[in-house]
């Protein structure tokens, strides 16, 4: 999935907000769709995401947060079944965007079939939830290091640092390519950013756009 992506959370608590601070954090185009008042007006203040009061179990709020042009629909709302409708719906309505469910429970099996992908924020942190949203292309490895993301990237064809050994490229203050995807050893100023290959970068939030951009174009 490419980089910069258009994705419908629906559900502005704790895991759709810290979802949608992290999407937003890599240059992702934020829609959140929620029912509280009180909690569309706290999201609004944020300046993060375009905020939509309203239910989205019902099409016509979801069409309202762009469902037709959106590439994900993530259903992080801490109601199970709320999430497997709204990502059911969204298939229905839009087949080609990418469907993402919370459940409450660790037990993913048998949802499969109705969405594309099932996370469980509760064992696993918001930043594994927009590993999800995104697809595989960027995955953050840690939810363990503060506001410090340790990402695995795959380096695309054709991005200003594809092709290039590390002692050639102007990473930002804040960067530090820690290995390959073989993991055999620390990455060195000679370690060329092969394109198609994967490699484990440790990113401060402010410059994940600069390096992003950098490594994917």
């Not at 490229?169 to 993991?183: H, K, M, Q, Y």
Request: hydrophobic residues 40%; glycine residues 10%.
């Amino acid at each position: 999935m490419t980089q910069d992506i258009s994705v419908i959370i629906v559900g502005g608590g704790r895991v759709g907000f810290q979802t949608a601070e992290l999407l937003d954090d890599r240059g992702h185009k934020i829609t959140i769709v929620e029912r509280d008042p009180a909690v569309c007006e706290a999201l609004t203040d944020e300046w993060l995401a375009t905020v939509i009061k309203g239910d989205a179990t019902n099409p016509e709020i979801l069409a309202q947060g762009g469902l037709e042009k959106a590439d994900v629909v993530a259903g992080l709302t801490g109601l199970t079944g709320v999430n497997l409708a709204v990502c059911m719906m969204a298939t229905r309505l839009s087949p080609d965007t990418r469907t993402v469910a919370r459940i409450d429970h660790g037990d993913g099996a048998g949802y499969e079939e109705f969405v594309d992908a099932i996370v469980y924020p509760e064992r696993s942190g918001a930043r594994v939830a927009a590993n999800e949203i995104v697809g595989s292309d960027v995955q953050t490895l840690a939810d363990v290091t503060g506001t410090l993301d340790i990402m695995e990237v795959l380096v695309e064809e054709g991005a200003p640092a594809a092709g290039k050994q590390l002692a050639n490229v102007r990473f930002p203050a804040g960067t530090l390519v820690i290995s390959d995807e073989d993991g055999d050893r620390i990455a060195q100023p000679d370690t060329e950013l092969r394109p198609g290959r994967r490699y484990v970068v440790a990113v401060e939030p402010d410059v994940v756009d600069e390096v992003m951009n950098l490594l994917r174009g």
